[in-house]
Structures are given as structure tokens and as C-alpha cells.
């Protein structure tokens, strides 16, 4: 189990979070509508993500903490979590 | 006849207390806390199970957790114990015990027919098995079921006590051997919180016979002393009986302590087995190494066992495991092995296959030959003989015991568990630890050290590191080990003798041979290999066996120990007891129960709970005799005529605040909300990024800036949690702030007729006639004196009205409308009438019609998609897909003959097939019988639905043996234009 470092909690253990996927995916359409994506790219968007191996940007919700999302970086090998800061500084989703 | 027997005044337990036992129905007298298999074998039980397969006898061939085929079932007060390993139980008076898998008894076993017909059962028999025609799986799998397994699952529930803890410390040392011990006493005279777990009663045990001594004491008495004096450190908490289970990232590691074996007397509260959950920052693996079997044929029957075992349960216990032992040997600590045992009074012979070697053995009686081997064994229920093969050619020799070395291998499972790999070292013929694990540390046998001065200098210098990772400073002082020496040796494990019923996994019965077949077919890599043949697949997760294996694939495959490699090492490294897993919690902790402000009154009203989701909700109120259907009858008739009141408290509540509200609202649902005014609500449809339908409700606008949205009761949280990611990650520019207020409200809601009539006893500030108040309004003011959001809005289809407080004067609520309802004789009603409601009225369901692949088409809502905005989802419901008009689509379906019931759990199937394979048209999603309209409806996903009212189908319950036939119809069974809620 791993142990998250929530910036605006401390340190929790994993199971007071949820996962939300890779925070370096960037988002078909802008995310707002304004930059509009064929069928296509908007398939590949939802469907087609990475495995990568080794560090890794991730999205974390502290479920029952905070419930603010966190952008780690974590190596999927070794789980070593090399940083944990709020998704409103980071993440390009 | 097996010729063990116990040795006066030997073994740890001299003096203890001799309590009773009893084997398969045989009465036996033992030592209390010695083993059950210690026990076993000093009273002659020499077959105590029976092989998973072929039924073979098996006898005790380990000491510990290793042990693969000593299995047997516990008969407990609380409930038996199956697949218990007969080597870590401890004896106490009046312990049961029975062998299993065998039929009558694992002495007479009828079933043992199995090893005659062993051919029939080669690798991968069961995949070959279950192949055409699939009309005889049955056939087989009840057979295989009947022959092939262990211990039979309990038929009662476990009523023993068991609990767990979580703890942190600074430092875990997993194994209190010589290195283990040592490595504690460094760390804990720095000061650091230090934890020393070991499997065994006693720390030291390797040290037991060990002729070399530290700081000038024997070595086991000196592991005593260090005992004593960590038990002094605060710091410090030792925990035996205990196994380091399982390892895992950022040093939580799972522990599962054994706190007693006897069953509990009353009212001791003792639990039987605690599980640690740990977070430690630094682990010191020293969990030693296991001794291997030795690859020949007939290497499973009773009576064979490690040389380590067959010394181990004399210096332990006391008990000499037989009178003529036969110690294959191959290194000089068998010798060492060997002579204790003869010295003990057995007759031993050494058969050792070097040219030379230690002369203790011979020195100590036993006859010793050089250049010589044992490679097969006789004997019906235990050796009688066994196959010598030496420079004078073979022969068979009488003995009872096959006492074996076949090398070590480090007990490397909590080092590779976290990633860690292990490499081949070919000199010292062992798997060893390859990469360097961050925070951990291997030391001694199980780092490949086995000379004890070194193991104990490496114990040292690595708790010293370990400190100042941590920054303490430890003193770096080892202990003096004189005439230590490495003794171990790979054995006589160099060839392979034998390949049918020469076992690699003892407890599932996978031999020489079926390694071969796999490779032959094609298997290379010993993770397929594993998984084919199910080697090292058993609850000893193959302690034993698994190098054994690594060994005969290589050979097979003509190459390297190197290039075969392991499997991949996983939690636990022993098999946890069910119990200790779920630990102290009843069946409804497992699972949080939320409970609305009104439960009590509830529970008051006689109302029948139901489980939705996460909260206690009442599904309906039974008045005297009344059946479900009649409460439920009664209810719905109640609203449709006259008054009802319903707890709604568990709807999703959001509190939205911002001047860029109406911005936001407009990117999360589909539907516009540029012309909301303040006091008005609106339904919003909400989906996924894939176009799919996520939640639905109404966000009502208290104010310019002030908006309160509702979500369905399941997607609370699952709503809060995707909106603050848009907002914290994708919209930072809007100026829009969420609050979850779901827990802060009680919320009850007035519907039908009279609805207004009861409120408007009870409203102050704010007016309630139809004009002052439209449909889809929203006031704030008081109700019966308490603070109130009143939301004009409806989903049973008559007028209504949901009236939210502060959850803290809920019950007060409650109490206050059911009274102003009084004159109306209005009651409650529950979960299952608001079903029947919105069904009649043929409202979807979040969860029911809408199941994770409808789409707003298909649920008949596309009037509900914006064309002039753009909103999550909207690029996806351009996928060509999604107006397929083949999707299934909602319809209502009513029984063709109306006084018919539908059967639950329907599809829907053409009449002149229904038997069809893939024949199904879709499938009924929520039906009831409404009371309203005096028959069975439906809603349901049907392909192409939309087009095809009209239509007549079957539904169709294979499960149930029902067919009804059904009419496809527009799904509004009652009211369609909506004229009674908006008047
Ligand atoms: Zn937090």
C-alpha cells in the first residue's frame, strides 16, 4: 500500500484515495469546447492511453481527506513517489 | 513400524506438562507447545495426509512453514480448521485432528487408486480436460471435484476471535536468528522503535546444535541472552509466533501473529490470530534459509525429510523422528546433523556422494559411505528401504527415516516481494539476492551468508546503515563467533535421479516428469510452466519445491539455472487464515451504513430496511398483516389519491457558489441554463466524457451567485470528485467554488394532491399557491419553525414538494408534516412505492435503465442535448455509434393479457424463437405492478426500441421456466403530459 503525501494533509496511507488516471494526457476538445477534435482524435483521447514504465504523472483524489486532487509523480516499477503536489499547480489534463 | 521415540530430558520443552491428543481416532499423549507433527511423530503416526492428486501418502517432511504435505483439519469448538500445516500447531490437551483428502482414513485410502491411474493425470490435465465436448464438463468437473484436493471448507461459521492493529515503527527485523537478533540488539541500543518478528516460539532455533559458540557461550544459549536483554528495551517489541506475510512498497508490511492455539475458555477474550498492519521505515530481512529436498524417485513417501527437520525435531523437541536413519548427505553440516542424531541412539547411515569429508558422524557411530547417493525408496505406508547407489553398485538398504540435504536456498520471498532479483549464484549452487531493495536489507543465510561469524559482522555493520539511513548512531560491536565455519554444501542435489513419482511439489503432486512434458510442449518460461503443471502453486507456495522445479526445467531445457530464473515472489509468504483478514469486524463494518437524521422514526413506523447503496433506507412500512405488496399497494395508492411523505435525505447535495456558475452548469450537463432565474430549478442530464449518461437531477438558483445542485443518491461522491477535477484541473479560470452538503441536510418530501393543503399548514415566508409557487420553484423560509429550502419538484408525478433542513432537526421535521398531514391521514412511504411511482410515470433510473452504456438517445432524452453549446461528452455523441438506431433503447412492456405477471429478470425474445442463441431483443430493466393501473409494467432496453412499439415479444426467464408474451409500449404508463404535478 502506498504511502501518498497529500500537501494539504500529510501523509495518508493509499486506501484514503482514488486513482484518476495520467494527469500528462491532454484533453481532446480543450476541455472547454473552444479547440473542437474530429471523431478521431477524441476516440484516441478516451480509448488509446499510455502504460508507461518508470515515472509516471498521475491524478490521485484524497477521497477521504481532503478530497482535493493531487498530481504525483511515481515510478510504476518501484512505486517510488518522487512528488505530490495539488492538481491546480500541475497536470496538463 | 517406525521406530521414533522420545529422548528423556532432550529438546526445549523438558518438563512441560504431557496433555492428550487424538489423530484420525486414535488417542495419543503428547508435550504441550510442542508441534502436533512433533507429536505425531514420537507417537508412530507416520502417514498424517494424503496427496492432492494421486492420493499418495504423505508423511511430515519439515519443520515449519515449509512444510508441504503434513496437512491435516483441526475440529474446533468454533469450528474446524482445514489445510493446517501439522508442523506449526502448537499441542495443547484435548486437540482434534483428522488427515484429509482420503476416504475412510489416510491410512486405508480407497481413493489412492488415483497413483494406479497417475498416466491419466499428466501436466496440464486439467486444461486438456476441459476442453470439447462442453456437454461433459459436468461429468468431469464432479469427478475431479471428488478425487482431487485438501481439507473440506467448514459448514458452520467461524465463531473464533480474531483482530488486527495497525503500528509504526522505525525499524522491522523479520527473523530472530543469530543475524536477526544482532541486527535488533545494534538497533535498538541506537534508540531506534524497533520491531522483531520470527515465526517461531523461540528465536535462535537455527542455532540449536550448532557447534560454534559467541562471546564465548554456546550459540543458542547466547540467542537466549540477546532475547533477554532486547525484552529490557522500551523500544523494542519482539513478537514470536509471528510471520512477516507479506511486503510492500513504502515499508507497510502485513504481519500475522499466532496468539494462541487452544480454542478459548468462556469468556477469555484472547483472539486466536492478530494481523500488524505496519509502516516501517527501514526492514532488516533475516529470514535464513530452507533446506531443499533431494530430486530421486519415491523421494514423497513417509519417512522422507530434511535433514534439517529430522535433527530439528530431536534438538527442539526431543524426539528422535526413527530408529534406523538413513542422511543423504553432500556437505559437512549433514555430518554435523548426523552425528547428533547418532549420538541420540539411532542408527545412522551417511551416504555421501563426495570423496570425503567430516569425520564427526563417523566419530559419533554412524557408518559413513563415501561416494554413494540414495535414489529410490520402497515402502506401503512409510520407507522400509531405501536404493543406495555407491562404488559397490546398488542396493537396498533397511531404514525408516531419509533424512536429505539437497543444499539451502535464502528465504528470499520478503526481499523479492517489493521487486527485488534474485540471481543464480552456480559456486554456492543458490539463489541470492541480486539488486539492492530500497529500504531493506538482506543479512545472513538469507543474504547466502552461512558462516556465523560473518552472518553476524554482516548483521552488524548492515543495522548500522540502517541507523544512520535514519539518522541515529549505532555502535558498530560484534560479537565473537569461534569455530564457526560454513558448512553448508549444495548436498547430493547435483543430478537428478528419477523422473515418474520423483516429486518436485509434494503437496500437488507434480513430478520430474510433468516438467518435462510441459517443456516438451512447448512451455519455456517457468512462469507458464508454473501455471501448466501447477507447481508450487499449493498453500506452501512451493518452500520446498520451487528451486527443485527451477532445477528439472533447466534440465529439460537443456540450459542454465541462470537462464530458467524464478517466478515472480508474491504476498503472502504464508497462507493467512481468512478470519484474520476480515479480523475484528462484524459482517456490517465491512461496509460503512449511513443512516438518515430520521432513522429512528423509521425504524418506529415498522418500516423494512433496505440496503441502497451506502445508506439504510426504508423500503416500505408494513401496517398489521399487511404483505409487501400491500404495504406497497396502499402506499402508492396514497400518493396517486391523496398525501404521502418520503426521507429523500440520501439525494447528492452540492452547494455551488461563483459568478461563473451558469457557465459551469452549461459545460456539465447537456441541456442549457443561460435563462435560469433565481428562485427556479432545472433538470440537468450529465454524461461522461464518452457520451454515456453519468447522473441526472435539478439545481435549483437560491441567489445571482447561489446554487444548490442535486445528484442521485450513488453518485454523490463519484459527482463532487468529477467536478472538482474539471475545475481543479481543466476550468481554473472559472470562478465557481463546490461544497459537498449531502450530510448536512435532512430532506423529506410532500407528494400528492393534497400535497399543498399540508404544507400550507406548516409554510411561513413564503406562499404556496400555484402561482406564488410554479412547478420547479424553489423558496426559502421556514417549515414549522425550522429553516427550510423548498424545492417544487416531483418524481412520482403528482404535485410535490422536497423541503431540506439542517440534518440536526430532521427527526423534528418529520414529526411536524406528519402531524400537519393528520387531517389527511397521511403516512410514509418508503424506497419500493417511489419505484412504482416513478415507474408508472416512466422516469429512468440512474444504475437501472441507464447501466453504463446508455446514451441520452437511447433513454429517449436527445430533446435534453443542447445544439448551441458545448458540454462534457458532446464530441463523443458524435461517434457514429451512438444514433445507431439499432442501440437498445427504452419502451415500456406491459403482459399481452394483462392479468398475467412478468416474470423477473426477463428478456425479451421473439416468439417464434426464443430459444435462439444471441436471440435476445434486450432485456426487462425495473418492473413492478402498479397498483394504479391493476397490472404488471415494465421499462426495458430493447434493440432498435424506439421504432417498435406495438410489437409483441416474449419475456423470458429461462432461470424461472417463464414465458410471458408482452407488448412493447411508449414508456409513460400514467399521466404522460405531466399535468398533475405542474397544476
Ligand atoms: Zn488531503
Redesign the pocket.
Known amino acids: 500500500m502506498l504511502l501518498i503525501s497529500?500537501p494539504?494533509?500529510g501523509e495518508r496511507p493509499e486506501d484514503e484515495f482514488g486513482f484518476g488516471g495520467d494527469a500528462s494526457v491532454r484533453h481532446q476538445g480543450g476541455g472547454d469546447g473552444t479547440e473542437p477534435a474530429s471523431v478521431e482524435q477524441y476516440a484516441d483521447y478516451l480509448y488509446l492511453r499510455d502504460n508507461p514504465k518508470g515515472r509516471h504523472a498521475e491524478y490521485w483524489v484524497?477521497r477521504y481527506?481532503?478530497r482535493?486532487w493531487l498530481v504525483a509523480e511515481r515510478d510504476t516499477v518501484t512505486h517510488e513517489i518522487f512528488s505530490v503536489k495539488s492538481a491546480s499547480e500541475g497536470g496538463t489534463g | 513400524m517406525s521406530g521414533a521415540r522420545r529422548i528423556p530430558g532432550a529438546g526445549l520443552l523438558a518438563g512441560a506438562p504431557p496433555v492428550s491428543f487424538c489423530f484420525d481416532g486414535h488417542r495419543h499423549t503428547g508435550v504441550a507447545g510442542e508441534s502436533l507433527a512433533a507429536a505425531l511423530i514420537a507417537n508412530g503416526e507416520r502417514v498424517v495426509a494424503r496427496s492432492f492428486k494421486y492420493h499418495r501418502p504423505r508423511g511430515v517432511m519439515g519443520i515449519g512453514n515449509e512444510e508441504p504435505g503434513a496437512l491435516v483439519t483441526i475440529a474446533r469448538p468454533t469450528g474446524d480448521e482445514p489445510n493446517v500445516r501439522a508442523t506449526t500447531v502448537e499441542l495443547y490437551d484435548g486437540l482434534e485432528a483428522r488427515g484429509q483428502n482420503a476416504w475412510p482414513s489416510v491410512r486405508f485410502d480407497l481413493t489412492a487408486v488415483n497413483d494406479v491411474l497417475s498416466p491419466l493425470f499428466p501436466a496440464g490435465f486439467y486444461y486438456k480436460t476441459f476442453m470439447e465436448p462442453v456437454s461433459a464438463w459436468p461429468f468431469y468437473e464432479r469427478m475431479i471435484r471428488r478425487i482431487a484436493g485438501l481439507g473440506e471448507v467448514p459448514r458452520v461459521a467461524d465463531r473464533e476471535i480474531y483482530t488486527s492493529t495497525h503500528a509504526h515503527a522505525d525499524i522491522l527485523v523479520a527473523g530472530g536468528g543469530a543475524a536477526g537478533l544482532q541486527a535488533a540488539l545494534i538497533a535498538a541500543r541506537a534508540g531506534a522503535r524497533v520491531i522483531l518478528a520470527d515465526e517461531n516460539p523461540w528465536f535462535g532455533l537455527g542455532l540449536l546444535g550448532e557447534t560454534a559458540t559467541i562471546d564465548g557461550l554456546p550459540a543458542h544459549d547466547w540467542a537466549r541472552e540477546v532475547g533477554k536483554e532486547l525484552a529490557q528495551f522500551e523500544n523494542v517489541t519482539l513478537l514470536k509466533r509471528t510471520s512477516v506475510a507479506g511486503r510492500y512498497e513504502q515499508g507497510f508490511v502485513i504481519l500475522c501473529q499466532n496468539l494462541r492455539d487452544a480454542p478459548p475458555a468462556a469468556g477469555d477474550p484472547m483472539p486466536r490470530w492478530r494481523l500488524w498492519k505496519l509502516r516501517v521505515k527501514q526492514t532488516i530481512i533475516a529470514t535464513g534459509a530452507i533446506e531443499r529436498p533431494l530430486l530421486f524417485a519415491n523421494n514423497d513417501r513417509p519417512g522422507v525429510m530434511t535433514t534439517s527437520a529430522a535433527v530439528g525435531y530431536l534438538d527442539r523437541y526431543g524426539v528422535l523422528v526413527g530408529g534406523r536413519i538413513m542422511v543423504a548427505a553432500g556437505d559437512d553440516a549433514a555430518h554435523d546433523a548426523a552425528a547428533r542424531l547418532a549420538r541420540a541412539g539411532a542408527q545412522v547411515t551417511v551416504v555421501d556422494s563426495r570423496d570425503s569429508g567430516s569425520r564427526i558422524a563417523l566419530e559419533a557411530g554412524a557408518s559413513v559411505e563415501w561416494r554413494a547417493r540414495a535414489v529410490n525408496t520402497r515402502g506401503r505406508a512409510g520407507v522400509t528401504t531405501v536404493r543406495i547407489e555407491g562404488s559397490a553398485g546398488h542396493r537396498w538398504v533397511p531404514a525408516d527415516i531419509v533424512a536429505t540435504s539437497g543444499g539451502w536456498s535464502p528465504a528470499l520471498h520478503l526481499y523479492a516481494q517489493t521487486g527485488g532479483k534474485p540471481v543464480w549464484d552456480d559456486t554456492r549452487q543458490m539463489f541470492i539476492p541480486g539488486t539492492t531493495e530500497q529500504g531493506a536489507v538482506t543479512v545472513g543465510a538469507c543474504n547466502g551468508t552461512f558462516d556465523l561469524g560473518a552472518a553476524l559482522g554482516e548483521a552488524t555493520s548492515a543495522a548500522v546503515k540502517v541507523c544512520e539511513a535514519i539518522r541515529l548512531t549505532a555502535a558498530a560491536r560484534s560479537p565473537v563467533a569461534e569455530n564457526s565455519h560454513d558448512t553448508a554444501g549444495a548436498g547430493q542435489w547435483s543430478e537428478v535421479r528419477g523422473r515418474k513419482r520423483c516429486f518436485v511439489d509434494i503437496q500437488n503432486d507434480v513430478t520430474v516428469a510433468d516438467l518435462d512434458l510441459a517443456v516438451q510442449e512447448g512451455y519455456r518460461s517457468i512462469e507458464h510452466v508454473k501455471r501448466y503443471t501447477t507447481l508450487g502453486m499449493g498453500t506452501d507456495q512451493g518452500k520446498l519445491g520451487n528451486v527443485n522445479g527451477v532445477k528439472a526445467i533447466a534440465e529439460a531445457r537443456g540450459e542454465a539455472m541462470s537462464a530458467v530464473g524464478t517466478t515472480r515472489f508474491r504476498p503472502p509468504y504464508v497462507p493467512l487464515p481468512m478470519g484474520v483478514v476480515a479480523a475484528h469486524l462484524s459482517p456490517d463494518q465491512h461496509h460503512p451504513m449511513r443512516r438518515t437524521a430520521a432513522h429512528q422514526l423509521h425504524e418506529a413506523a415498522g418500516c423494512v430496511w433496505l440496503n441502497a447503496g451506502a445508506w439504510l433506507r426504508p423500503q416500505f412500512y408494513r401496517r398489521g398483516g399487511e404483505t409487501d405488496l400491500e404495504a406497497v399497494n396502499r402506499e402508492v395508492l396514497a400518493v396517486r389519491r391523496n398525501v404521502g411523505l418520503v426521507d429523500v435525505s440520501t439525494l447528492g447535495k452540492i452547494e455551488i457558489a461563483g459568478p461563473d456558475t451558469i457557465t459551469f452548469l452549461n459545460r456539465v450537463y447537456t441541456n442549457g441554463w443561460s435563462t435560469l432565474k433565481v428562485g427556479m430549478g432545472r433538470y440537468g442530464l450529465m454524461l461522461r466524457e464518452d457520451g454515456i449518461v453519468f447522473d441526472d437531477g435539478v439545481t435549483m438558483r437560491l441567489g445571482e451567485q447561489h446554487f444548490v445542485m442535486s445528484t442521485t443518491s450513488s453518485g454523490a461522491g463519484a459527482v463532487y470528485e468529477w467536478l472538482t477535477m474539471l475545475l481543479e484541473t481543466r476550468w481554473r479560470d472559472l470562478r465557481v467554488t463546490l461544497m459537498p452538503v449531502t450530510e448536512q441536510w435532512f430532506a423529506a418530501a410532500l407528494a400528492g394532491p393534497k400535497a399543498r393543503e399540508v404544507l400550507g399548514r406548516v409554510a411561513e415566508g413564503f406562499e404556496v399557491s400555484n402561482d406564488a409557487f410554479p412547478f420547479m420553484g424553489g423558496r426559502v423560509g421556514r417549515v414549522a419553525g425550522i429553516p427550510a429550502r423548498v424545492f417544487r419538484i416531483s418524481f412520482s408525478g403528482e404535485l410535490s414538494y422536497e423541503i431540506n433542513v439542517p440534518a440536526d432537526r430532521g427527526e423534528e421535521l418529520w414529526t411536524a408534516l406528519l402531524d400537519a398531514g393528520r387531517p389527511e391521514e397521511m403516512a410514509p412511504y418508503g424506497l419500493e412505492s417511489m419505484g412504482v411511482l416513478r415507474l408508472e410515470k416512466g422516469h429512468f433510473v440512474i444504475g437501472r435503465e441507464a447501466e453504463g452504456r446508455t446514451n441520452p438517445y437511447d433513454i429517449g432524452l436527445g430533446r435534453m442535448v443542447s445544439t448551441k453549446k458545448w458540454f462534457v461528452g458532446k464530441e463523443a455523441l458524435d461517434f457514429p455509434e451512438m444514433k445507431n438506431p439499432r442501440r437498445r433503447q427504452l419502451v415500456g412492456v406491459v403482459p399481452a393479457n394483462k392479468t398475467e405477471r412478468l416474470p423477473s429478470s426477463a428478456h425479451l425474445v421473439l416468439p417464434e424463437a426464443p430459444d435462439k442463441v444471441g436471440g435476445s431483443q434486450g432485456w426487462v430493466a425495473s418492473m413492478a405492478w402498479s397498483p394504479t393501473l391493476d397490472h404488471d409494467i415494465a421499462l426495458a432496453l430493447v434493440e432498435g426500441g424506439h421504432a417498435r412499439t406495438g410489437e409483441r415479444l416474449l419475456a423470458y426467464a429461462p432461470i424461472a421456466g417463464k414465458k410471458v408474451a408482452v407488448d412493447l409500449v411508449a414508456p409513460h404508463f400514467y399521466d404522460p403530459d405531466g399535468g398533475r404535478q405542474s397544476g
Open positions: 497529500c494539504f494533509c484524497h481527506g481532503c482535493r
